[in-house]
């Protein structure tokens, strides 16, 4: 079993800064790409930003130069960190990842969520 834990949502000013966290424990032999996807209220999930094992990234149109994706391997961890965040930011944002874990299965996961509010 694979138990991810996600943090760091909350309730910011427009211009602010939020960093979330996605931790993953268990029976991990190793966790491949990893992703940041977004959900506001009456609109599909859209990916936000991606992350290779090897630390390659890849961003929306939407947030680049405003948000960095990031991973800590050792940690089984990764980050988005979100700054000059806009009301359109708003939404639960979700982490997803592929995991081969100690069994030598393969399958993806989804965290649980957390929410980012952008309000004054």
């Known amino acids: 079993q694979v138990q991810w834990v996600e943090s760091g949502g909350g309730l910011v000013q427009p211009g602010g800064s939020l960093r979330l966290s996605c931790a993953a424990s268990?029976?991990?032999?190793?966790?491949?790409?990893m992703g940041w996807y977004r959900q506001a209220p009456g609109k599909e999930r859209e990916l936000v930003a991606t992350?290779?094992?090897?630390?390659?990234?890849t961003y929306a149109d939407s947030v680049k130069g405003r948000f960095t994706i990031s991973r800590d391997n050792a940690k089984n961890t990764m980050y988005l960190q979100m700054n000059s965040l806009k009301p359109e930011d708003t939404a639960v944002y979700y982490c997803?990842?592929?995991?081969?874990?100690?069994?030598?299965?393969?399958?993806?996961?989804w965290g649980q969520g957390t929410q980012v509010t952008v309000s004054s």
């Open positions: 997803n990842a592929g995991v081969v874990t100690t069994e030598r299965l393969g399958r993806r996961y």
């Open positions: 268990g029976s991990i032999f190793s966790i491949l790409a």
């Open positions: 992350i290779t094992s090897g630390g390659s990234t």
